[in-house]
């Protein structure tokens, strides 16, 4: 039977582990027969995890399987998962509202402490937790029937701040009848941000990241806050699935302050009439300037609030039913220790467990969470299981029994059940772990396929070898026996041309793995898809060719649906001789031509590293040419070499961003043979184009093509890059034309 993954880890319970995978088998899963099959282009990146539905009726076809993926720019994308060739989405939404930009969070003033009193001095800071735009970050849901989506949607019009729930058709991905509905509630209470008892719900700072939960006929949606900042609170808010009527609202602080649910974007979890939800961020002397006392720990109702608590809620009214909190929740929460993974309720079990950056598991009875006490934990299991930092939230094989976890800075870990625990040690740890220093945050991000009790593998997302806290940096996805974790059956990396390359890592976003495909999310305005290589005909690079030009530069190229993804190193492409990966054809035409194109992303390998549009004379290193191109942090730049080995000269426009259009305008110069005229241009929007540059070279007979460069130097000689393929970038164009 074909599998549908309709909601964030496969289901209510947030397992993360899709049972009834029957294709992909620890056999398949190699080098040789199992690797990168397409990517789907999108706009924006990817913190929601992708959604497959099967046997759907979509745009009025039966579509065996499909993908749903939802980005930061608040698009949502519904693609043929099955069809590789079948590049344009079955259907794409309208922008559903503007997302608020990243500079929205950037040197505002924010909320502080004052010891003895509330959060009033302003500090400002570079908010880098998003690198873009802040749109849709949570999962979103889809209804058992499989007719409509669910999705949160942050915006900001006209200097005001929203959240929407809309209800999309998924047949259409239109708007279905009373979707949008506005989310924020205010609630009654006298902490932060209160008016006259009541507490107002700020979109600004209020952020949704867990993903959405579907049970008993009404959608549950969390909140946390914007980067720690603002009078914020933790939130749970249910409506009608049918009418989008609101239904009940919970604050986790109403009369203090923060307890925001973010769950490091995993799930509500749902059972037996109940809710449950993960709070982090309290309480200790930080938001107050001194410790809580055990009556205010104790009466959570009317004092402290839920902050670093699980909690239990009543799935209609949304009242606390039982909670847990550790017994060193003060020094949790001053130390930035607090719970920040689950909530998962393992199949067939009583259990519901929450895991913290202190590296513990805290495994409670859900007949009976025992609460706060001051001297011991005294709930089913309160043990640390890991060194550092556990983010992401933590996979269960329910037909053995097997919990699994990866921490940052440490190796990806296996717990057997024993009753209603999971106690240390691990009965499996892989070999490999994450460099010192280099790939702290946010570890390693899981899920499990298998066959029933056979063929278990884990997967896992990571950043490759550098830290992805506050950052977009290149990401990993593996896969291990997942009853032996030191037998690696695969990785993404095991390619040096890069064939099988992720991008850029999806922070906080698992695989999906379902009817034998694996399912990638990304930051680089792409959706990667792998499988068995069987499963399809490698699609050619078309009329173009490749070269690496320079000493020891790795780079290679592969083409998808009109998108090419060029991946290059090099030390860069500038002085009097070069280093880059090349993309070319033969300047066959008479007189002029437009060679354009849209650079989609470009990878922050350096600030200088380059994506862009080059004629060149010769495939020399030194060789005359004309480039305008886009870098990470430099903006776009026009550059020209003018004769061999010369020094090379940049017009450098600032604070241009991916996506980007340019274009070189190229002019033969009929009365010198071999002489170019060649314009250089930008637009933000390929229809408005604003001149860069120009210019005139002596090129003979040359080629045009895409050139990309690393910028990144690994040895004595700076023209050398070594062969280093984290080191490389990996850079996207679209509407690439030669006319």
Request: aromatic letters at 10%; a negative charge; glycine letters at 10%.
């Amino acid at each position: 039977m074909p599998v549908d993954v309709l909601t964030r880890s496969y289901g209510s319970l947030r397992n993360g582990a899709n049972v009834s995978e029957t294709t992909l088998t620890r056999t398949n899963v190699n080098v040789n027969t199992y690797g990168k099959l397409f990517t789907r282009g999108i706009d924006g990146q990817v913190f929601a995890q992708p959604l497959i539905v099967t046997g759907a009726t979509i745009k009025n076809e039966r579509i065996d399987e499909a993908v749903i993926v939802a980005t930061t720019r608040n698009f949502v994308y519904c693609f043929d998962a099955k069809d590789p060739q079948r590049c344009i989405p079955l259907w794409q939404t309208k922008q559903l509202g503007q997302p608020v930009p990243r500079t929205d969070f950037s040197q505002v003033p924010a909320f502080s402490t004052v010891p003895g009193g509330p959060h009033t001095q302003p500090k400002g800071k570079d908010y880098r937790d998003f690198s873009s735009e802040i749109g849709i970050v949570s999962t979103p849901v889809i209804d058992d029937a499989k007719t409509c989506l669910y999705v949160i949607v942050k915006s900001k019009l006209n200097g005001q701040y929203f959240h929407k729930l809309h209800k999309l058709d998924l047949a259409s991905g239109n708007d279905m009848a009373s979707s949008p509905v506005d989310v924020g509630r205010s609630v009654p209470g006298q902490g932060f941000g209160s008016n006259q008892g009541q507490i107002p719900f700020n979109n600004l700072w209020q952020l949704s990241r867990p993903g959405l939960l579907l049970a008993q006929g009404n959608i549950y949606c969390a909140f946390g806050s914007q980067g720690d900042d603002g009078p914020f609170h933790g939130y749970v808010f249910s409506f009608d699935a049918t009418t989008l009527h609101f239904r009940a609202s919970h604050c986790t602080t109403p009369n203090w302050g923060e307890g925001g649910i973010w769950q490091s974007g995993g799930g509500l979890a749902y059972a037996d009439g109940f809710v449950y939800y993960v709070a982090g961020n309290g309480p200790g002397k930080e938001l107050t300037g001194r410790e809580p006392t055990d009556a205010e720990l104790n009466d959570r109702a009317s004092g402290w609030g839920y902050g670093n608590t699980i909690v239990k809620l009543d799935a209609n009214t949304l009242q606390v039913v039982d909670w847990f909190s550790p017994s060193n929740t003060r020094d949790l929460s001053d130390n930035d220790n607090d719970l920040c993974g689950g909530p998962v309720l393992p199949k067939g079990t009583s259990v519901v467990l929450g895991f913290g950056k202190d590296g513990f598991t805290y495994a409670c009875d859900r007949a009976n969470m025992r609460h706060w006490s001051k001297n011991a934990n005294n709930n089913l299991q309160s043990q640390q299981v890991a060194h550092f930092h556990i983010h992401g939230t933590p996979v269960y094989w329910p037909d053995k029994g097997y919990l699994y976890l990866w921490s940052e800075r440490d190796r990806c870990l296996g717990f057997r059940q024993q009753g209603q625990t999971f106690p240390a040690p691990p009965f499996t740890w892989s070999t490999f772990t994450f460099p010192p220093d280099k790939a702290e945050m946010p570890g390693g991000i899981l899920t499990l396929s298998s066959n029933g009790a056979q063929e278990g593998i884990l997967w896992a997302s990571h950043p490759t070898d550098k830290d992805a806290n506050m950052a977009v940096v290149a990401g990993t996805l593996r896969a291990f026996n997942a009853e032996n974790l030191q037998q690696e059956l695969w990785n993404s990396d095991h390619d040096p041309t890069g064939a099988d390359a992720v991008g850029n890592l999806a922070k906080f976003c698992p695989p999906v793995v379902a009817n034998g495909k694996v399912y990638m999310a990304t930051f680089s305005n792409s959706l990667v898809v792998y499988g068995l290589l069987g499963d399809i005909t490698p699609h050619p690079i078309g009329p173009w060719n490749q070269a690496s030009i320079g000493t020891g530069v790795l780079g290679s190229a592969n083409e998808s649906c009109d998108r090419y993804n060029v991946m290059g190193g090099g030390w860069d492409i500038w002085d009097t001789a070069d280093g880059f990966h090349y993309v070319y054809q033969p300047l066959t035409a008479a007189a002029s031509v437009t060679f354009s194109a849209r650079i989609l992303s470009i990878q922050d390998t350096d600030p200088w590293a380059k994506a862009g549009l080059m004629i060149r004379a010769t495939l020399d290193v030194d060789s005359p040419n004309a480039l305008i191109a886009l870098t990470p942090e430099n903006g776009v730049v026009f550059q020209q070499r003018t004769t061999k080995g010369a020094a090379t000269t940049t017009v450098i426009v600032p604070h241009i961003p991916a996506p980007v259009w340019v274009r070189l305008s190229i002019e033969r110069i009929v009365a010198a043979p071999g002489q170019f005229r060649i314009s250089a241009l930008r637009s933000a929007d390929g229809n408005q184009w604003t001149s860069v540059g120009t210019t005139t070279l002596a090129l003979g007979n040359p080629t045009l093509g895409l050139a990309v460069c690393s910028h990144t130097v690994t040895s004595t000689d700076p023209h050398d890059l070594g062969n280093k393929l984290e080191e490389l970038n990996l850079s996207s164009f679209d509407d690439v034309s030669v006319d």
